[in-house]
Every structure is written in C-alpha cells, then in structure tokens.
C-alpha cells in the first residue's frame, strides 16, 4: 500500500540532495545526515561535521575501480564507507567519487574502509536515493545525533523499497499524427509521487498481437542526433516497422540506462578514454544498467495489454517484461543506424550486454 506522507519525505529528500542540502535517513532509532559528494560546498561540509568527521560513502562498483574490495570491511557490502584521512579535503573527496580524471590524476590511496554496523542500510538508502536523483552515488555521511527539525528526513526501509511503477497514473489521451505514422494516439503517464513523465505511442490499430518497442530516452540521440548511439534511428524506425501491422511505443524517460543526461554525459568522457559503455557506468559507480522495466510492465497493463511481440534485439527486456507477468510471444530483430562513431558502442551491446546483434 502506498504512503503519500512517506513519498512526499522521500520526494523532498530527493530535491534536497539535488539542491546542495543535508538529508537525514533514519532505520529505527539511529540515522545517518548526508550530503551528496558532487554538490558539497566547504560550508556545508562544514555544517555535517560539527559533530566530527564525515565518512565518504561509495557504491562497491566505484570501490572497485578504486582497487578496495580486497578490504574485508568492503568485501560484499552494497556500500563502502570510506574513513577520511586528513589529506582527504573536499576537493579530494569529489575525486574520489568522480572517475573522470583517474587516468589524468591517479589516486594512490590509501582507502581505508569501516563497517557501517546498524547504520548500514540508512546508507545503501542514501545511495539509492543519490541514485533517484540522477547524482553521482557518494555521499559525505555522518552519524544523526541530533535533532534537525528542519532536514529532510527520510526512511531508510522506505527509500529501498520504493518503486515507481506502482504509482503511475494515466493523466492525459491525444491524437498525435507523426511522419509515417498518422494514425497515433499518445498516452501520458505520470508517477503521483512527481517523478519524470512516460508516454505510450499507440500506433495504428493492431492485428492481432501488438508489436511493442520500449525505448529508453536519449536526448542526445533522439534529439540532437548523435552518432554516439544508434538511439535516434532506432526510435524512427521503431515507430515506421509498427505501424505497418499496429502496436505500442513505450517511451521511458530512463536516460543513459537509467543514470540520467548529466551522468550519461561523464559516461561518455569516459568513453573519449578509451572505456566502453559498461566500464564507464561502473566506474562512476553505477550498474551497468540501471533501468527499471517494471515500468514498461504496468504501462502494458494500464493499456489492458498482457501478450506481445517484443521489437528488440536485447532477451534482458523480454525476461524482465516475463517476470512481470507479461507474455513475449516472439523478439523480433531491430537493428539500425551504424556508423563508424558507434561501432564499439554496438560491439559492447553484443558482447557484453547479450544483444543479438
């Protein structure tokens, strides 16, 4: 069952963290205030360590790259607590999160690592949370020890059990005429907690089981047309194949496989270093898709749609739309737009993600 009162202290933790502010996240009694690594300021770093010094929170895939899985505190924890050492300043610790200049400016460590105990689960909350709000998943973390009637305060259990898919809402129907496919219907969903917007494209009328796309957002691909992706040609031929027989466009605003525009944009420096497009999600301490397809699934069924033909080359959707109870009659193939500038992006795609290309 959903709670509007913990959505809403969830949805104004969120905003908090992307504004630059200390949250607070408590499991029980105890809690831990945190501040996102890529928007501390000296100032307010400073406000988080009156009561002593802040430990710098990390996701093991970051942990990783920093060679500290060998630390048996790091060992198969979801998050890494860093202790700081006094060299370890403000400007370090944003290094230390952000991956973009490791090649330029490697770090030597060391990283010393300590067990969060109780306080364990309020900050792989914290993490999800950094992640919700499409920043760079560290954080500067210190015990909640007093009052903050004022802080953002969220629930651990809460934030870790969220999702977005059971609070989608049809808000709005249109008929939406596109080139080489006139006879389309939008259909807008939005979250009631006021997350990003979806939308259904539904393309002619189907006979018999709908050919369904689901695409990911790219505003770079989509938009401005990059030849970093094949995202926009993917998109326009998506939608050209399905209204030859019907079927439904799901647009999912899931940038950068879930990471968001700005993150998506570092992957891509990474990328200008020599690291392909998994390799650079890891180091910036995400998975290496961070996309959630049970959306997708309630899309599907708010349409009263529970049997399709799935246009993709990737089997990970079709078993995720499975496990939701959908059923993939068939995955049919839908390769476009290679180019030179996109060849390792595709060869990734085939050789690590498992996309039948």
């Known amino acids: 069952m959903i709670d509007p009162a913990s959505?809403?202290?969830?949805?104004?933790?969120?905003?908090?963290?992307?504004?630059?502010?200390?949250?607070?996240?408590?499991?029980?009694?105890?809690?831990?205030?945190?501040?996102?690594?890529?928007?501390?300021?000296?100032?307010?770093?400073?406000?988080?360590?009156?009561?002593?010094?802040?430990?710098?929170?990390?996701?093991?895939?970051?942990a990783a790259t920093l060679n500290m899985l060998n630390q048996r505190t790091a060992a198969g924890a979801d998050v890494i607590a860093i202790t700081r050492r006094s060299w370890h300043d403000l400007v370090t610790s944003l290094a230390t999160a952000d991956p973009v200049d490791d090649l330029s400016k490697?770090?030597?460590?060391?990283?010393?690592?300590?067990?969060?105990?109780?306080?364990?689960?309020?900050?792989?909350?914290?993490?999800a949370l950094a992640k919700r709000a499409a920043l760079l998943p560290a954080l500067f973390a210190t015990p909640a020890e007093s009052s903050a009637p004022n802080r953002?305060?969220?629930?651990?259990?809460?934030?870790?059990?969220?999702?977005?898919?059971?609070?989608l809402?049809?808000?709005?129907?249109?008929?939406?005429?596109?080139?080489?496919?006139?006879?389309?219907?939008?259909v807008a969903f939005r979250?009631?907690?006021?997350?990003?917007?979806?939308?259904?494209?539904?393309?002619?009328q189907a006979e018999g089981t709908p050919l369904v796309r689901l695409h990911s957002a790219c505003l770079t691909g989509d938009v401005l047309g990059s030849l970093k992706c094949d995202c926009g040609p993917q998109l326009r031929a998506a939608v050209s194949r399905i209204a030859e027989t019907g079927?439904?466009?799901?647009?999912?605003?899931?940038?950068?496989?879930?990471?968001?525009?700005?993150?998506?944009?570092?992957?891509?420096?990474?990328?200008?270093?020599?690291?392909?497009?998994?390799?650079?999600?890891?180091?910036l301490g995400f998975g290496e898709d961070e996309r959630d397809f049970d959306?997708?699934?309630?899309?599907?069924?708010?349409?009263?749609?529970?049997?399709?033909?799935?246009?993709?080359?990737?089997?990970?959707?079709?078993?995720?739309?499975?496990?939701q109870g959908?059923?993939?009659?068939?995955?049919?193939?839908?390769?476009?737009?290679?180019?030179?500038?996109?060849s390792r992006y595709l060869e990734t795609k085939r050789d690590r993600q498992g996309h039948r290309l």
């Not at 009156?50 to 996701?59: F, M």
């Not at 953002?152 to 609070?167: E, F, H, K, T």
């Not at 979250?191 to 939308?199: A, I, K, N, S, V």
């Open 7 to 62: 959505d809403l202290a969830l949805a104004r933790a969120v905003d908090d963290l992307r504004r630059g502010e200390i949250i607070r996240v408590t499991d029980g009694e105890q809690g831990l205030d945190l501040l996102a690594a890529e928007l501390a300021t000296a100032e307010r770093l400073g406000e988080l360590e009156q009561g002593g010094p802040a430990d710098l929170l990390i996701t093991p895939e970051r």
């Open 152 to 167: 953002a305060q969220a629930d651990a259990a809460a934030a870790l059990n969220w999702r977005r898919a059971p609070r």
């Open 326 to 342: 959908i059923t993939v009659e068939q995955l049919v193939p839908h390769s476009f737009g290679e180019n030179p500038h996109n």
């Open 295 to 323: 959306l997708a699934a309630a899309m599907l069924y708010m349409l009263d749609v529970q049997q399709i033909r799935l246009l993709s080359n990737n089997p990970a959707k079709a078993q995720a739309l499975a496990e």
């Open 106 to 127: 490697p770090f030597k460590g060391p990283f010393p690592t300590r067990p969060l105990g109780a306080l364990h689960r309020a900050g792989a909350a914290g993490i």
């Open 247 to 283: 079927g439904i466009l799901l647009y999912l605003q899931q940038e950068g496989r879930g990471i968001g525009l700005l993150n998506k944009l570092r992957a891509y420096q990474l990328q200008d270093q020599g690291f392909d497009t998994v390799d650079a999600n890891l180091r």
């Open 191 to 204: 979250p009631t907690d006021g997350g990003p917007e979806h939308l259904a494209l539904l393309i002619g």
């Open 169 to 186: 809402k049809i808000i709005s129907r249109a008929r939406l005429p596109l080139d080489g496919a006139e006879d389309t219907q939008v």
